[in-house]
């Protein structure tokens, strides 16, 4: 697994910065951009917002699926 493709993101519930998301779907947003939603392997739930190139590096690399 290559961790610079991985999608990381901030826990609302416990406050912990760069968690690892896992189960990430992006989805691109009415305006363009592209978002992430998955969990965090502790079954609290997660969103980013991401750019195109690591949006589309991430489900090129299995990391994540497209929505």
Known sequence: MST???IRAYCMKTKEK????QDAVVTK???GGYMAQ????????M??????????????A????MG
């Not at 760069?18 to 998301?21: E, K, Y």
């Not at 998955?38 to 739930?45: A, L, P, V």
């Open 47 to 60: 969103t980013t917002m991401l750019s195109e190139a690591n949006a589309l590096g991430a489900v090129k």
């Open 62 to 65: 299995g990391l994540a699926k």
């Open 4 to 6: 610079d493709l991985a």
């Open 38 to 45: 998955g969990t965090d392997g502790k079954g609290n739930k």
């Open 29 to 31: 947003t009415a305006r």
């Open 18 to 21: 760069n968690v690892l998301m």
